[in-house]
C-alpha cells in the first residue's frame, strides 16, 4: 500500500526563521495530499492542502510545492512563531472514490521565542 | 471551523472487555472514518463509512471490530473481545464529500487495555 514518508521528524529553530518541512510517497495513483497541524493535547487541523494536477499552493506562510514525477512535496513555512510550534503531518490519498488517507510520521517543530 | 467531537477522551478497559467509543461528526458531513495512532507510530486509516454502510477498511479492522451510526446519533466504533494491542489513540473525522475533500478530526479517545 501507500507509504508517507517525513523528513526531517523534528525541527527547531528560532522565532522568525523560516522551516521546511519534506514528505514523499509511494503509490502513483495518489492524487490528494493535505496537510494537517497538531499542536500538543489538541486534535488534528487541516492547513493546506494540493491536487496531484496542481504544483504550488500558497496561503499566508504557507507554501506547499508538488512534484509529480519524484512523489516527493515540501511545506515551507516562513517567518515562523511560537504559535507553529506543533507536529506537522503530510498525507496522501488515492483516487479510490472513498478516500483513505494514509499519514506520515509527523514532523515535530519547536519554535523558540 | 467545523469540529468533530468524540466520547470519551479516555478509557481503560480489561482485555477482553467490550469498549464502545463514541464520535459526534460534524452536522452536514455525510462521510466518516476511524484512523488509528499507537504511541510513537503514524496514524493509520481502519475504516471508511457512508450511507450506513462499511466502505472500505483496512487490515487494521479486525473482525473484533464494528462501526454503527443508527438514526443519524453517534457514529461508533466498537471493539469486543479487545486485545492488549488495541491500545491507542483512535481518531475519527468526517467529511461532507468523498473525493478529495478535506477530513475533520476529533480530539481522539486514548485507549487502554490492560
Known amino acids: 500500500g501507500e507509504q508517507v514518508e517525513q523528513l526531517p521528524s523534528s525541527l527547531i529553530v528560532q522565532e522568525g526563521a523560516s522551516v521546511l518541512i519534506n514528505c514523499s510517497y509511494t503509490?502513483?495513483?495518489?492524487?490528494?495530499f493535505p496537510w494537517y497541524k497538531q499542536e500538543p493535547g489538541k486534535r488534528l487541523q487541516f492547513i493546506i492542502d494540493i491536487r496531484s494536477n496542481m504544483e504550488r499552493k500558497q496561503t499566508q506562510r504557507l507554501t506547499l510545492l508538488f512534484d509529480k514525477k519524484t512523489k516527493h512535496l515540501s511545506l515551507h513555512i516562513t517567518a515562523t512563531q511560537p504559535g507553529d510550534s506543533a507536529i506537522y503531518f503530510c498525507?496522501?490519498?488515492?483516487?479510490?472514490?472513498?478516500?483513505?488517507?494514509?499519514f506520515g510520521k509527523g514532523t515535530s517543530l519547536t519554535v523558540i521565542p | 471551523g467545523p469540529k468533530v467531537l468524540q466520547i470519551p477522551s479516555h478509557q481503560i478497559i480489561d482485555m477482553g472487555q467490550m469498549v464502545t467509543l463514541n464520535c459526534d461528526p460534524v452536522s452536514n458531513h455525510l462521510y466518516f472514518y476511524w484512523y488509528k495512532q499507537i504511541l510513537g507510530q503514524q496514524m493509520e486509516f481502519l475504516v471508511n463509512f457512508y450511507n450506513g454502510k462499511v466502505m472500505e477498511k483496512s487490515k487494521l479492522f479486525k473482525d473484533q471490530f464494528s462501526v454503527e451510526r443508527p438514526d443519524g446519533s453517534y457514529f461508533t466504533l466498537k471493539i469486543q473481545p479487545t486485545a492488549l494491542e488495541d491500545s491507542a489513540v483512535y481518531f475519527c473525522?468526517?467529511?461532507?464529500?468523498?473525493?478529495?475533500?478535506?477530513?475533520?478530526f476529533g480530539p481522539g479517545t486514548r485507549l487502554l487495555v490492560l
Open positions: 473525522a468526517s467529511s461532507l464529500g468523498q473525493n478529495q475533500d478535506t477530513q475533520y
Open positions: 503509490d502513483s495513483a495518489s492524487v490528494y
Open positions: 498525507s496522501a490519498s488515492l483516487n479510490t472514490g472513498y478516500q483513505n488517507f494514509y
